[in-house]
Nanobody, 126 residues
Framework: QVQLVESGGGLVQTGGSLRLSCAAS????????MGWFRQGPGKEREFVAA????????YYADSVKGRFTISGDNPKKTMYLHMSSLKPEDTGVYYC???????????????????WGQGTQVTVSS
């Protein structure tokens, strides 16, 4: 299993920006598919964004499309989630997840991933 450590969460005002980081104990990003999920207060965990590094293809939930962007730094083995135009409904614990690359990537499904980080709290004040 891969060890994942998120960081970068915090308190931000509506319209602000944050960058989340997910450091992974892996040899190279291209061997993995990775994603971001979040769980808001009283809500179920939901898909936010995902990436198949081997193709560079990224996927986003409709609620964050145009506001959030995934990027990666392979030498640092780190995935980032750049979040802008933040809204109060973006508040929650953000988790990164990973799975070995291969086959069909059902990126919205949390059971697809076999490694998870501990989460980082994002709070957007109105």
């Amino acid at each position: 299993q891969v060890q994942l450590v998120e960081s970068g969460g915090g308190l931000v005002q509506t319209g602000g920006s944050l960058r989340l980081s997910c450091a992974a104990s892996i040899r190279t990003l291209s061997m993995y598919d990775m994603g971001w999920f979040r769980q808001g207060p009283g809500k179920e965990r939901e898909f936010v964004a995902a990436v198949r590094w081997s193709s560079g293809r990224a996927y986003y939930a409709d609620s964050v499309k145009g506001r959030f962007t995934i990027s990666g730094d392979n030498p640092k083995k780190t995935m980032y989630l750049h979040m802008s135009s933040l809204k109060p409904e973006d508040t929650g614990v953000y988790y990164c997840a990973a799975r070995n690359y291969g086959g069909t990537f059902s990126y919205r499904v949390d059971e697809e991933y076999d490694s998870w980080g501990q989460g980082t709290q994002v709070t957007v004040s109105s």
